[in-house]
């Protein structure tokens, strides 16, 4: 039992470029999400999926794009990257006692 | 949206109790959250609590509920200077809303 796997760790990018970062979790939750965390803003939630097939836009949504075709895979694109997008990601899923979330171990990314 | 808040610093002695507050907007919140993150880390869970709770004790932890003030405390006891990290606390909505997270300093 895995939990919740991020891919990749660091990243580097230049600005214009696209990416996709991988999110994947073996705990057949439903509910899964993106976080970004920047120094002073705590976690701001990016998008989120309350089950395959289903997204929706969290509190910073422009610049990103997700989908959810399986239950255990929910990717996060950046469709042309900027430097306001440089953060750290984290990717999360939700279930079990307490309904608790289990996070990633993050995604740091720096868009130059 | 409404924020979740928390203090952004506390600094506490080795040996001490910490107490972390947090005030939460949503009323209707089933469970509420303290995780830990460590530098360069993901969060942890450390604890949660169900909302018709008033208190739950965990070893070190004591965690306090008053929902008429929609208050949230983390008292650590006996605080380590392992337990230097960011503290946050969350409120379940439709999403896991964060407050901006309490950074305990302990010195020795």
């Known amino acids: 039992n895995a939990g919740v796997t991020q891919t990749p760790k660091f990243q580097v990018l230049k600005t214009g470029q696209s990416m996709t970062l991988q999110c994947a979790q073996d705990m057949n939750h439903e509910y899964m999400s993106w976080y970004r965390q920047d120094p002073g803003m705590g976690l701001r939630l990016i998008h989120y999926?309350?089950?395959?097939?289903?997204?929706d836009q969290g509190e910073v949504p422009n610049g990103y794009n997700v989908s959810r075709s399986t239950t255990e895979d929910f990717p996060l694109r950046l469709l042309s990257a900027a430097p306001s997008q440089t953060s750290v990601y984290f990717c999360?899923?939700?279930?079990?006692?307490?309904?608790?979330?289990?996070f990633g171990e993050g995604s740091w990314l720096t868009v130059v | 949206g409404e924020d979740v808040e928390q203090s952004l610093f506390l600094s506490v002695r080795e040996g001490d109790s910490s107490v972390i507050n947090c005030t939460y907007t949503d009323s209707s919140s089933t469970y509420l959250y303290w995780y830990k993150q460590e530098p360069g880390a993901g969060l942890q869970l450390l604890t949660y609590?169900?909302?018709?709770?008033d208190m739950k004790q965990d070893q070190r932890l004591t965690v306090l509920l008053n929902k008429k003030d929609k208050h949230l405390s983390l008292r650590i006891a006996d605080t380590q200077t392992g337990d230097s990290a960011i503290y946050f606390c969350?409120?379940?909505?439709?999403?896991?809303?964060f407050g901006k997270g309490t950074s305990l300093l302990v010195t020795p």
């Open positions: 609590i169900f909302s018709n709770m």
């Open positions: 969350a409120e379940t909505g439709y999403a896991l809303n």
């Open positions: 999926s309350v089950g395959a097939g289903i997204t």
């Open positions: 999360a899923s939700r279930g079990g006692v307490g309904n608790t979330i289990y």
